[in-house]
């Protein structure tokens, strides 16, 4: 079992940065790709950004490309996502995940753990 715990979020102005992290529990994270998806009001939850197990892989949504990197420090048990020139769009909740295998992928269902969320808002 991994729990996650998301932090890092908050109220932001269009253009600026912010860093989330994700703190996991349990000593299987570092065999375990993760991701960061969000979920906007009113709307479906999407992939933003997902890493392999070793850090080597990375795979973005077309939306964040170029202004979000994801991370993971495995002797920490952390993954972050670095978000700069962040838009009024970007707003949702934002949740990481790990899935039980090593291999990163973009797809919501290949995610069996997840986090309860931090909120990031981005004001116009």
């Known amino acids: 079992q991994v729990q996650l715990v998301e932090s890092g979020g908050g109220l932001v102005q269009t253009g600026g940065s912010l860093r989330l992290s994700c703190a996991a529990s349990?000593?299987?994270?570092?065999?375990?790709?993760m991701a960061w998806f969000r979920q906007a009001p009113g709307k479906e939850r999407e992939f933003v950004a997902s890493i392999s197990r070793s850090g080597l892989s990375t795979y973005y949504a077309d939306s964040v490309k170029g202004r979000v990197t994801i991370s993971r420090d495995n002797a920490k048990n952390t993954g972050y996502l670095q978000m700069n020139t962040l838009k009024p769009e970007d707003t949702a909740v934002y949740y990481c995940?790990?899935?039980?295998?090593?291999?990163?992928?973009?797809?919501?269902?290949?995610?069996?753990?997840w986090g309860q969320g931090t909120q990031v808002t981005v004001s116009s």
């Open positions: 349990g000593r299987t994270f570092s065999s375990k790709a």
């Open positions: 995940a790990a899935a039980p295998r090593p291999v990163a992928t973009m797809h919501e269902y290949e995610y069996h753990y």
